[in-house]
């Protein structure tokens, strides 16, 4: 059975750092891309992050982008999200999830996702 | 980027009513939408691919259609446990992800 397990959210003061992980288990996690998507409380989902199985391919959403780091080491099976200049609108829910597209090269869902973790920016 | 938009934002029905739920999308996208289930303090589920694929596992009571911009989410009867939130993702693997707004469906 699929497993992601994120961990490391914590109350942070705006402009600080702060580093996610997710661990995976129940499928050979490195054949498989990445992604972390957010939730603010009371709101709808914002993906922000995608990493390819080998790590050559990222992307990043605006929002995010020369803020957050994603990466995984497939040997351990994880995922990470280091987060910096952290502000009060990155307060949110943040999910791992698994992509993929069923076979089909011109679509990508999210199959499997965490239970996720909460990051809180307030001073 | 694409922008999804769903409507209703919120839907109030009883058990058994059939329940539908539309997402546009601001450019076409093919057949290139999930949706997703989420119920209160839950990590979303896939509910739907390919915008009328089932995955394994999901209630057949669960339908989609559509392409191009307009698409549709169909619950033939609801059940107790189909109160949730629902949220469209536009899924052309060649552009950035969006999900719609959400609808949520609550108990009359």
Redesign the interface.
């Known amino acids: 059975e699929v497993h992601l397990v994120e961990s490391g959210g914590d109350l942070v003061q705006p402009g600080g750092s702060l580093g996610l992980s997710c661990a995976a288990s129940g499928f050979n996690f490195s054949i498989y891309s990445m992604n972390w998507i957010r939730q603010a409380p009371g709101k709808?989902?914002?993906?922000i992050s995608y990493i390819s199985s080998s790590s050559k391919t990222i992307?990043y959403?605006d929002s995010v982008k020369g803020r957050f780091t994603i990466s995984r080491d497939n040997a351990k099976n994880s995922l990470y999200l280091q987060m910096s200049s952290l502000r009060v609108e990155d307060t949110a829910v943040y999910?791992c999830a698994r992509g993929g597209?069923?076979g089909?090269?011109?679509?990508?869902?999210?199959?499997?996702?965490?239970?996720?973790t909460l990051v809180t920016v307030s001073s | 980027d694409i922008q999804m938009t769903q409507s209703p934002s919120f839907v109030s029905a009883s058990v058994g009513d059939r329940v539908t739920i539309t997402c546009r999308a601001s450019q076409s996208i093919s057949s290139w939408l999930a949706w997703y289930q989420q119920k209160p303090g839950r990590a979303p589920k896939l509910l739907i691919y390919a915008a009328s694929n089932l995955p394994g596992g999901v209630p057949s009571r669960f339908s989609g259609s559509g392409s191009g911009t307009d698409f549709t989410l169909t619950i033939s009867s609801l059940q107790p446990e189909d109160f949730a939130t629902y949220y469209c993702q536009q899924a052309n693997s060649f552009l950035l992800w969006t999900f719609g707004e959400g609808t949520r469906v609550e108990i009359k």
């Open positions: 709808g989902l914002e993906w992307y959403a999910y597209g069923f089909d090269y011109g679509a990508y869902y999210f199959d499997y996702w965490g239970q996720g």
